[in-house]
């Protein structure tokens, strides 16, 4: 049968709401809580919680889908639930590195997107809900329980803010693109702090930053917002012009993207080129909306100009 994407988008917003209560209601401290890969990589009880939460609640809601694995709690991260017809949970606290996303429908879902904002209290953590469907982002709900902002979307049908707001938020107003020196650009420390991915983003962060005599773009300023979901979410409502990553994961931005390109805005890589990229593709160039598409493509450009280097 087909799939019935506005029944997935509402069941979705019902999850994402229930899952701010659990967000919302944690303790988290910024001493214990668990770390992956460094300091800087963190997972708290509570990301377990609300995926397993989703997927626990996802099962109920689809009963006809025979998991073939469940959600554990004591190694969480290797454990992935495969649906039938196809249908996946990608999931970032169960992922398995063997089984990468395919083409099958897969909800691709971050349980808190924004760990280390969660654990100190700044209040710019989601929870970011996405279906993929041949690996093109299809649905996506993001809600911030701290501000209480969802932003949702379905392929072809707009994006939403607190499901009446049509995004972006200037409508039909919005403004020409003119330029890096005029940009406001969401970007992210990550949590890889070696290597190339880390000497790009230095290198190519003071190139953005520094005055135009000295050769670089003098962007307006740089935000850090702590969530890829997010970031893509400020950039859909039109409160950033751009957000550039390497390094963050299809979870980060499935749902993201689709509210982005909802709203009028695009995806590209990361890197200089790529003017297809894929939902995996872990590097990405987010640019909101304007008034047309060749200001979005001249200021990918000049984006990519400036980069110091390949992620
Ligand atoms: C992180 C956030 C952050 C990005 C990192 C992600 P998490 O997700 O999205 O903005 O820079 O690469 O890992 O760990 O908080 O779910």
Known sequence: SPLDLKEIHDFLISLALKAGDIITNAL??????????NSADLVTE????????????????YPHYEYVCEVGSST??????????????HGEESYDPTR????APTFVVDPIDGTVNFVHSFPFAC???GFAVDRV??????????????????RGQGAFLNRQTRLPLKGDNVEPLSGLGNALIGVEWGSD???????????TLERLGQSKENGGAMVRSMRSLGSAALNLCAVADGTLDLYWEGGCWAWDVCAGWV??????????????????????????LAVRAAPDQRGQREIVEEFWGHMQGML
């Open 259 to 284: 509210i982005l390109t909802e709203a009028g805005g695009i995806v590209v890589d990361g890197n200089p080129g790529g003017w297809e990229t894929c939902l995996d593709g872990r590097k990405y």
């Open 100 to 103: 990468p996303l395919t083409d």
């Open 28 to 37: 988290p401290d910024t001493g214990g809580t668990g770390s992956k890969k």
């Open 127 to 129: 929870v970011s809900l």
């Open 46 to 61: 509570y990301d377990r919680a609300v995926e397993n939460m989703i997927s626990t609640s996802l099962r109920e809601k």
């Open 76 to 89: 969480p991260e290797i454990l992935m639930c495969v649906f039938p017809h196809q249908s996946r949970f």
């Open 193 to 203: 702090r070696s290597g190339n991915n880390w000497e790009t983003k230095l290198r």
């Open 137 to 154: 982002p299809t649905v996506g709900v993001v809600y911030n329980p701290f501000t209480q902002n969802l932003y949702s979307a379905i």
